[in-house]
């Protein structure tokens, strides 16, 4: 449905690599961001400013001259690029490291800022950092190498509020010169491990100081780690044109070998155990120990590298106090008094009481967060301005649904339909009315709808699945819902929220 919040995980990681003869601190940079606190999850995620932590220490020790950011806004993110993007000149070796949530839209990957508002797909490219822009312009800056590593791979809790979504991270498309690592596969997500450090940054610590191995080969055998440690449930994607050697180790040779041709993340496993990795680094000292013997030669310490200024964000001023009561109106709904999003929303429709677009996004962050009469009369002003507003007669109706009036919350679905045939949300919406109302057979029809518009549209085909056990087909009933889960293992709760079981 239109304004649910599933989380759907994604952090991001680049790392820069520079040719043999850019070996010092002054030709390596890296910019490393760990984002973990976005309002609109349920809960700050636990790994993405620890694993920044630990890649930056390590980078450090690898001659990178490290500019380090936890829990960066957009401006934020959009200060520490433009810092990042002046120290680079001609034959600079650049890294970017990104942890948080990862976005694709438009076949392109989007990190997303702690303070991000994403309501609908042209949000993602205004509110997020194209991962491709900002690997161009490290491209035409003049760095020799670059390399980005992507550990964005989550469900985040934006997608569901647009149905033309795409779950995980798009392929890129890099200038030449560029290794690629993503902590999964193009378009899947992965759970966070829970613990300090994700699964791929354990990994990745475990290899990268191994001595004499190139960049792609150690992230080749931190793919292959990966692969083996999740039981294949998490496959990283790697695509490279590097024409260079470079190793993370400064001084390191490469060994003699074979030409290799781009990795992507449709190579084989290698059967074989890889190569001896490298001892442990101290930065991985909470990740578990590597059981490869430790190396009879170890690297060279590197230069103390100058470090670039760490990003400071000062606490925001604290917003205007809101002109609506934010109390409930039930005992059911929330408390929103202290909502940082809503007390902005609320003094934006202060000083503008016929601002639409505040007035629909305040309704849809109330009805995210269980408030669903604020919500309604949000939809109802933003009608009251925009008598064709498609959208608002849609999340009306879907509010509408939840709360059991069902009667106006079909007037309100067929409205958006008649405004917009064969819109994929409405007809999404349109199916949970039926469904609960029992006609059982109409909201099969508006949920076969929905799915050929968009096949993995989760909720339509979990509704669909109960839809048909009420009818009878059992077996395709419980196939429909074993899909559903499969893509959203929590849709099951979801509906169960919406008072549907």
């Known amino acids: 449905m239109r304004i649910r919040v599933p989380l759907f ?80 000149k001609s034959g600079s070796v650049a890294l970017i490291f990104f942890s948080g949530y990862g976005v694709q839209s438009n076949r392109q990957s989007y990190l997303i800022p702690v303070d991000a508002q994403i309501w609908t797909e042209a949000d993602i490219r205004h509110d997020g950092i194209s991962l491709e822009t900002a690997l161009s312009e490290i491209n035409n800056r003049g760095a020799g190498v670059k390399i980005a590593l992507i550990d964005a791979s989550r469900r985040n809790p934006f997608e569901r509020r647009f149905r033309s979504f795409s779950a995980g991270l ?13 902590s999964a596969a193009p378009g899947s997500v992965i759970s966070d491990t829970g613990g300090d450090h994700s699964l791929f940054v354990q990994e990745l610590l475990k290899e990268i100081r191994a001595p004499d191995l190139m960049a792609d080969e150690i992230l080749n055998r931190t793919r292959v780690s990966v692969t083996r440690a999740s039981h294949s449930e998490q496959v990283p994607w790697i695509s490279s044109s590097l024409a260079e050697d470079f190793s993370f180790v400064p001084g390191a040779q490469p060994a003699a070998k074979a030409p290799q041709s781009q990795v992507s993340d449709s190579s084989p496993i290698p059967l074989a155990e890889p190569a001896a990795p490298s001892p442990q680094s101290p930065a991985a000292s909470s990740s578990p120990p590597s059981s490869s013997p430790p190396s009879s030669s170890p690297p060279p310490p590197s230069p103390a ?18 002109s609506l009561d934010l109390q ?27 601002d639409g677009a505040a007035l629909y996004r305040r309704g849809q962050v109330y009805a995210s967060k269980g408030a669903y009469r604020l919500a309604i009369k949000d939809f109802d002003d933003t009608i009251r301005l925009n008598s064709k507003d498609v959208e608002a007669y849609n999340n009306r109706c879907w509010v509408r649904t939840v709360v059991g009036d069902l009667q106006p919350a079909l007037r309100d679905c067929n409205e958006a339909l ?19 109302n029992g006609q059982t057979k109409n909201a099969i029809a508006d949920f076969d709808a929905a799915l050929k518009i968009n096949p993995r549209l989760t909720s339509s085909l979990y509704g669909r699945g109960l839809a048909k056990l009420r009818n009878g087909a059992t077996s395709e009933g419980d196939q429909d819902i074993a ?19």
């Open 9 to 88: 995980a994604l952090s991001v990681l680049s790392i820069l690599a520079a040719f043999p003869s850019a070996g010092t601190a002054a030709d390596r940079f890296a910019l490393v961001i760990g984002n973990a606190k976005y309002p609109d999850a349920d809960a700050p995620l636990k790994e993405p400013v620890s694993d920044a932590r630990v890649i930056a220490d390590e980078l450090k020790r690898d001659g990178f001259v490290v500019e380090a950011g936890e829990n960066l806004t957009g401006d934020g993110m959009r200060k520490a690029f433009n810092r990042f993007y002046g120290h680079i």
């Open 170 to 182: 798009a392929p890129v498309i890099a200038p030449n010169g560029t290794l690629v690592m993503y």
């Open 305 to 322: 590298p100058t470090p670039m200024a760490k990003v400071e964000l000062p606490p925001p001023p604290p917003p205007e106090r809101p």
């Open 328 to 354: 409930p109106t039930s005992p059911g709904e929330p408390s929103l008094e202290d909502d940082p999003t809503i007390k902005s929303l609320s003094a934006r429709i202060a000083q503008n009481p016929d």
């Open 418 to 436: 008649r405004l917009r045939p064969n819109f994929v949300d409405a007809l999404d919406s349109r199916g949970l009315v039926n469904l609960k």
């Open 483 to 501: 899909n559903a889960k499969a893509i959203d293992p929590n849709i099951a709760k979801e509906f169960e929220s919406y008072g549907v079981r």
